[in-house]
T-cell receptor
Framework: ETGVTQTPRHLVMGMTNKKSLKCEQHLGHNAMYWYKQSAKKPLELMFVYSLEERVENNSVPSRFSPECPNSSHLFLHLHTLQPEDSALYLC???????????????FGPGTRLTVL | QKEVEQNSGPLSVPEGAIASLNCTYSDRVSQSFFWYRQYSGKSPELIMSIYSNGDKEDGRFTAQLNKASQYVSLLIRDSQPSDSATYLCAVNGMSGNQFYFGTGTSLTVIP
């Protein structure tokens, strides 16, 4: 256990569904991340939330919508997804910059998403 | 231009041998460097972090960093079959909370 939990662990949804992924960290961190991991591709950073900023990868489609109500919780809202969105979605947390010497990033177990 | 590059492998080594994994990065001002291990179907697990030039040892693992050459490596001594996994190199730079990952190197340790 890394101190980062994600639910659900598996999700199958149709293209017209709306669902949400949840992430919670118990490490006292104040930066949280969503990544997408597809086969044979590098981890793709989707969103970052920290005390000072929200960073979005401009290539992420608007059908993915993040929400970060506090430093311990992060959501990814999904709507009208496409089959190519099927992937492993990983949440991670770390200390916020500028403490770059100790900003190790820890991952949750991931949500395996299948879009039919 | 890729931010972080790794040999995709697969890399096969016999049990008990040293496995050497390499990574290069393009952002010269990168400050933090990490190695993750990822078993099939699982999420990445942090195994080493290194922040300054030189070697850092932790058990059977040694990370080596050369900022001048923009190169970071991971050595696994006395490789075990349980080390068989994909190893991801990650780099964090001065741009903030943005980590860049390589595509990973698949390692198989043959009993």
């Amino acid at each position: 256990e890394t101190g980062v939990t994600q639910t659900p662990r598996h999700l199958v949804m149709g293209m017209t569904n709306k669902k949400s992924l949840k992430c919670e960290q118990h490490l006292g961190h104040n930066a949280m991340y969503w990544y997408k991991q597809s086969a044979k591709k590098p981890l793709e950073l989707m969103f970052v939330y920290s005390l000072e900023e929200r960073v979005e990868n401009n290539s992420v489609p608007s059908r993915f919508s993040p929400e970060c109500p506090n430093s311990s919780h992060l959501f990814l809202h999904l709507h009208t997804l496409q089959p190519e969105d099927s992937a492993l979605y990983l949440c991670a947390s770390s200390r916020d910059k500028p403490d770059l010497s100790y900003n190790e990033q820890f991952f949750g177990p991931g949500t395996r998403l299948t879009v039919l | 231009q890729k931010e972080v590059e790794q040999n995709s492998g697969p890399l096969s080594v016999p049990e008990g041998a040293i496995a050497s994994l390499n990574c290069t990065y393009s952002d010269r001002v990168s400050q933090s460097f990490f190695w993750y291990r990822q078993y099939s179907g699982k999420s990445p697990e942090l195994i080493m972090s290194i922040y300054s030039n030189g070697d850092k040892e932790d058990g059977r693992f040694t990370a080596q960093l050369n900022k001048a050459s923009q190169y970071v490596s991971l050595l696994i001594r006395d490789s075990q079959p349980s080390d068989s996994a994909t190893y991801l190199c990650a780099v964090n730079g001065m741009s903030g909370n943005q980590f860049y990952f390589g595509t990973g190197t698949s390692l198989t340790v043959i009993p």
